[in-house]
DNA sequence: GAATCTATGTTAAAGCTCTTTACATGAGCT
DNA sequence: AGCTCATGTAAAGAGCTTTAACATAGATTC
């Protein structure tokens, strides 16, 4: 699993799955210490090389944040794909379980949220990156979509409003509660609960009453 | 306005205003490369000082930095405190300008909004800090009080749970659309008409249509 | 107004760490 | 076996942090 100091002997003078390795580490060192607490030689030496080593699979420190970043994305809008399963079994059910879903990444994986949204990274850094974002993104608006549909066409908001209304509430409460770091904020309620609650209070302010789509 | 090094000869051996000019100095760079993105000693640079100068206002970088979190924080409370106006005229239209003092001092004062909310700073590594973050949020807690409190009693949401919903909706428009950043999404609309919306919709969903409280 | 005290600067140096350059190793291919 | 290239190391240069020793000047006291 890990490819620490100790192997050093077997492995001999190659690594053999550096860049891995190094993402990896990087995981482990912001779960630590935050994305802005390691240098890339910390990342160096969780991985058990010397501190030049990652030079040949990373630009600099930025690039492989850059790299977490992107996984982690993909990671998310697969996670969020699979909550929001195609709408089924009604639209309202299925943005419970991804509103849900969303906490849910956050919470697990604070490293990868991290990297994707605090880490400060320049969105046009690198294509892929960005691109990771969109798809992630795609499903929140696509569930929007959904929703929206179901309203009678006079009284429909526009769907990409809606779309970042919940993004921001998730994102929101994420970001301020829904983190095992220190930093945030002690809350009455589970941070899930506190967002069903939210959006099932800002549907209904849509005209979505919960009967007609469950 | 500025103490640059220019002024050295006018100051002569001491700076005068050194703890104010490291305050101002890692605001200006906190800008320019975000709150992770410079050095104790570059504070000291632009201060037109040498290295060692700061440690004698602050123990470390991380003091400086929560210094700049508090100030924020104080600045942030006063703002949003004034927008509040104790709720005149009437508590949606006064929530409606609170909204919109969140944003603007998250726009117009991203440096102050990076160390409050994007430092990673521990919560507890000091006292005035942590009050001051809990005199911002008690003004957001107030408005939710007064707009609750037009609900009949047997509708009446709890009021935590609903100051924490306008600020999650506020910091998460704010973090993810509201900085000049280049970080951040491009918006169909302004993030103030973004949150404007959200707000009253959520208001609807509680049952507090316009037309009672304007 | 002179002596002293204290706050606030500077310089210098030790100890780290990052980053880069030049060199070493070894895996895959012919 | 020998070549070549990807991937590692080692060593050196540069910058940051922190402390200790010293310098300056504003404030206080007599």
Redesign the pocket.
């Known amino acids: 699993m890990s490819w620490s100091k100790q192997d050093r002997k077997r492995r ?7 860049r891995e390795a190094l993402v990896a580490a990087a995981l482990d060192l912001i779960d630590a210490k935050g994305p802005a607490g ?5 990342a ?2 969780a991985a ?6 990652p ?3 990373f630009r ?2 930025e690039a492989l944040l850059a790299d977490v970043a992107r996984r982690g994305f993909e990671k998310f809008a697969d996670q969020l794909d699979r909550a929001w399963n195609n709408g089924q079994p009604g639209p309202m059910q299925a943005l419970e379980n991804l509103g849900r879903a969303y906490l849910a990444f956050a919470e697990n994986e604070p490293a990868y949220y991290a990297a994707m949204f605090e880490a400060q990274l320049p969105r046009d850094i690198d294509r892929e990156l960005s691109e990771a974002g969109d798809r992630a993104f795609a499903v929140l608006r696509q569930a929007a979509e959904a929703l929206c549909a179901t309203l009678p066409k006079d009284r429909r908001p526009p769907t990409l409003m809606v779309s970042l209304h919940i993004w921001a509430l998730s994102h929101g409460i994420a970001s301020l509660f829904a983190r095992g770091d220190a930093a945030r904020r002690a809350l009455p309620m589970a941070p899930q609960d506190l967002l069903e609650a939210g959006v099932l209070i800002y549907l209904d302010g849509l005209g979505l009453t919960g009967e007609h789509n469950r």
């Open positions: 001999g003078y190659h690594h053999g799955n550096l390691f240098t890339f030689a910390d160096a030496r058990g090389v010397s501190p030049a080593a030079y040949r699979h600099d420190r």
